[in-house]
């Protein structure tokens, strides 16, 4: 017999599996997903180990119920990959695994209850559970448990355990499977067939010969009513009766690129550090024994923007699928996914699966098996893509690898797809190509020392083509910048949100046929509204943050408008009165990139101005449209958020304005200098892509900050050493290593006892463990302090090895834990 270890579907502090015994005709393989039996409920669970013996005693080892069919679904690499997950982020295993199943293959096992014997007298409650059951012959367990309310579950359980009711089990029906098309085709031979045309073309039926003939001119149709319709019922009939005509079901792709046309564009002449950096990347590509040192296949690309890291990315794809393998491309938003795409698919036509979250769950389905078949040697997507089920791994490319979305932090597993992207390399031998003009300061300090292989392209270029070919790379100038001091402009009367200075310079762009973008990383008409009357700032009721004012549109006459919540999407009248005083008099404050919009057109009239931030573009469709728009129409000025910041390449924008370059470096972050740094030199690398030289004006009301003055010069090395001096005096990562745990709960005075408590305990254990050289800090307030109406409260523990005192003191499952949190 054999034993098979399996990951459960159940809440659990520990990353541990249970020990089934597999039937003889199941066929159970590592990775399978199956439904096992655990405690009284069936669960589903992933199987992570094959053994011949348990693997430890347990007094009785209960077989695996059933396993799902199409697996497995996780490959072998994939299942070592996923125990370092939970381990590292300190989750359950079957929670990692999620992460690498296809949509709709976790569901969920339903129970239905059936009257039984009632031998004995019964509750108000229990009564009320027995007397609806009866009425409806048999009901859902969990309809059941809901209509009694607060402890209903037990009611339930213990109905069921003296026999008062029976159960049975099915299957919930999957929240997504394949979808498949009726043909009618012909079943006959054609030689047959053409017989048969003749024989009742001669005798009178024409109907019969009719039907038969158009099948035979290669036509198919997809129902019976459209062939009744056009040749009767009764000659379809006789086509059915006599087996000449088939109903067969295809399977439908939902193909999120159908209607995607791309013209095939071939490689471009290198420039002398590309080449450079592409022969050393394609060496380990290649390399018939991957090296044993894992720092000799992990590279840092840094090169300016606009310096042609996607270039090297795609010349080392094109060495990866030529030697039999498949790449991950993975980009940090759905947002950079239509332009990212329009590249790698002009390239690799046909070959290029996409994974990421602004698909419809259909298109998720199909191209998650299409991957796991093999149809693409190219996957590209944002994070989760980096789970994606391919056979053998070559490369990994992630692209702006600097950007924080690659960190998730709104649900459990919170895990780093960089990190698990190292991970996937160690385990496989796939090369790993971390890209960016702005690298995060903790991948540049591991390149310095030595931890990945260190690539540089510190010049521009500029691509041409002719008559379809690829003409060598030439370089460009970077933007020239500017910064405008704020403070003298408000010296000066002028009180505008744009500059005087960016005015004229947007004036002097457009006139010369140029584009202009405006960053401005904010949403909304306001960031806050305030009473005039009380100084009350409007906020969410749900959440500890202010209110954002949105205009019902972007037209200046427009008076009215609503108050949102960027957290939970609460939503108010921005016309209601002020619920401290009952004043009707509100100010706007901190204008966002509704009302930024709305300036541009009071300042240029005749110019069309396109906004692009998450409140227009929710999905990957409608960042495609936005951006085609820019590109496409005559629309001279492109308002956005940090959207316009990230790895666009647009030659015609030759100025780009920084509306205010202040809004990062407020935020409560130890990274706020380098979050700010980064989007400054992001953004203001869009300008002068092209043939034309670029320009940029930053306007800050902190003109000598390093950050800016660093983002303006575009000189990361200067930005990197100050801030790592900095972060070395503060002891912070990549120093030290962070760990966040936070507790959540209805009631503040609630939540920050608790808090309160595993502070003291955590304390306690560091001192008597002699875990001296890890920090507890806090608690404090989290920020926001409330959120969708939950009051949270965190601990920080900072230091070599913070997850000691977490063996130390499990924090239990009532508490987040946020392993390096962004």
Known sequence: MQFAEVAVDFPDDHSRTFTYSIPEDLGVVVGDLVWVPFGPRTVQGVVFEITSAPAT??????????????????????????RWVAEHYRTALF??????????????????????????????????????VMENDR???????????????????????????????????????AVYSRRIELAATELITRELVAQYSENGSRRRAELLEWFLSGKVAQTKSTLISQFGSAAVKWAFDEELLKIRKIRRDRDPLADYFVQQEFAHSPTEFQRDAIEQICTQILANRPSANPTDRQFLLHGVTGSGKTEVYL???????????????????????????????????????????????????????RVKKGDFPIVLGSR???????????????????????????????????????????ETGATLVLGSATPDVSSYRSAKSGRYRLLKLPDRVISGHVSGVSTANSTTRMAKVEIVDMRDERSDGHFEMLSRRLIDSMRDALQAGGKVILFLNRRGSASFIQCMDCGQVRRCKRCDTSLTFHRDSDDLITKKGKLVCHYCNYTINAETKCPSCGGKQMHRSAPGTQMATEMVRQYFPGIEVVRWDSDNAKTAADHQRIMDEFVNSEAGVLVGTQMVAKGLD????????????????????FRASERAFQVLAQVIGRSGRGAWDGRAIIQTFNPDHYAILAAADQDYELFYDTEIRLRAS??????????????????????????ERMAITLKAARESHGETGTEVLGPTPGYPLKMRNMYRWQILLKGAYPERLLELVPPGLLWAIDVDPA
């Not at 009901?139 to 026999?163: E, F, N, S």
Request: glycine letters at 6%; aromatic letters at 6%.
């Open 95 to 132: 929670t990692a695994c999620s992460l690498q199943l296809p949509p709709g293959a976790s569901s969920r096992l339903r129970t239905w209850l059936l009257p039984g014997i009632i031998d004995r007298d019964l509750t108000k409650r229990e009564r009320q559970a027995v007397g609806y």
């Open 384 to 426: 989760g893509a980096v789970f994606a089920p391919i056979q053998n791994p070559g490369l990994i490319v992630i692209d702006e690898e600097h950007e924080w979305t690659y960190k998730q932090s709104d649900q459990t597993p919170r895990y780093d797809a960089r990190a698990v992207a190292e991970r996937i390399s160690n």
């Open 57 to 82: 005693e347990v007094y009785k080892i209960r077989p695996i119920t059933a396993r799902t069919i199409d697996g497995p679904f996780i490959n072998e690499h994939l299942i070592r990959v996923a």
């Open 650 to 669: 647009i030659p015609s924008v030759t100025l780009v304005g920084v509306i205010s370059a202040d809004t990062g470096l407020a935020v409560p972050d």
């Open 315 to 369: 010349q080392a794809i094109e060495t990866c699928i030529a030697a039999g393998k498949q790449a991950i491309f993975l980009v940090p938003e759905i947002a950079l996914t239509p332009q990212t795409l329009q590249r790698i698919a002009s390239r690799f036509p046909g070959k290029v699966g996409i994974l990421h979250s602004g698909l419809t769950v259909g298109q998720r389905y199909d191209q998650w098996w």
């Open 139 to 177: 009901a859902p367990k969990k309809r059941v448990v809901r209509r009694l309310g607060l402890g209903g579950t037990q009611i339930v359980d213990r109905l069921m355990r003296q026999r008062i009711f029976h159960t049975e089990s099915d299957w919930e029906k999957p929240r997504v499977t």
């Open 730 to 755: 503060q002891a912070n990562p990549p120093f030290t290593s962070m760990i966040k745990l936070t507790h959540s709960a209805g009631n503040v005075e609630v939540a920050q006892a608790q808090a």
